[in-house]
């Protein structure tokens, strides 16, 4: 199984929700990822886990929390987001600095 | 702080011509990795490349790493359809290191 799973593939939240978005991947990676995507623009790296620990936060604010349940599972929980925060946002796994295997990613919008 | 930047930023081929898409770091790279991105979908990995001065190729698509470890080139040959879509570079700044940073991407757009 070379997938990363993630759900919903579209979610559209106003400014007081709370959300969560969830990925999984079942290849015994080490390290996942949350990136977000504006259009025409590259990834941008928010969170990495290794091993299950928060290894990088790139200054991301905090209406953006990422939890690790398991080795398998990444969350993104997302509370009073901003309009600017509709981005797609990709979930990606590997092992030490190889190549990264992405989810097809959530589509969020704000309102 | 390290960048990795790309150019060039869009280019548009007739299908049949050949395309080229660079990517440079200001720092070295412990290696660079390359990613294809369709219209709407997500990025694919294509290829990773370690050694300096490597060249590999994957049918119309060669792949080179600088001697330097700080530059890299993405070449098709006779471009096709499904070629379209936005090619990233990306890399670790240290060997192992699991910060992937994205160059900017070039959007191939192919003309029939």
């Known amino acids: 199984d070379t997938e990363v799973t993630q759900t919903p593939k579209h979610l559209v939240m106003g400014m007081t929700n709370k959300k969560s978005l969830k990925c999984e991947q079942h290849?015994?990676?080490?390290?996942m990822y949350w990136y977000k995507q504006k259009a025409k623009k590259p990834p941008e790296l928010m969170f990495v886990?290794?091993?299950?620990?928060?290894?990088i936060n790139e200054s991301v604010p905090s209406r953006f929390s990422p939890e690790c349940p398991n080795s398998s599972l990444l969350n993104l929980h997302l509370h009073a987001l901003q309009p600017e925060d509709s981005a797609l946002y990709l979930c990606?796994?590997?092992?030490?600095?190889?190549?990264?295997?992405f989810g097809s990613g959530t589509q969020l919008s704000v309102l | 702080g390290q960048q990795v930047m790309q150019i060039p930023q869009y280019q548009h081929v007739q299908e049949g011509e050949d395309f080229t898409t660079y990517c440079n770091s200001s720092?070295?790279?412990?290696?660079i990795q390359w990613y294809k991105q369709r219209p709407g979908g997500h990025p694919v990995f294509l290829i990773q490349?370690?050694?300096?001065?490597e060249v590999k190729k994957q049918k119309r698509l060669t792949f080179q790493f600088g001697e330097a470890k700080k530059n890299s080139s993405l070449h098709i040959t006779a471009t096709q359809t499904t070629d379209v879509g936005t090619y990233f570079c990306?890399?670790?700044?240290?060997?192992?290191?699991?910060?992937?940073?994205f160059g900017k991407g070039t959007r191939l757009h192919i003309l029939p």
């Open positions: 990306a890399g670790p700044l240290l060997w192992g290191d699991d910060k992937i940073i």
């Open positions: 290849m015994g990676h080490r390290a």
């Open positions: 990606a796994s590997s092992q030490a600095g190889g190549k990264l295997f």
């Open positions: 720092t070295t790279l412990s290696n």
């Open positions: 490349l370690v050694k300096s001065g």
């Open positions: 886990y290794s091993y299950e620990k928060l290894s």
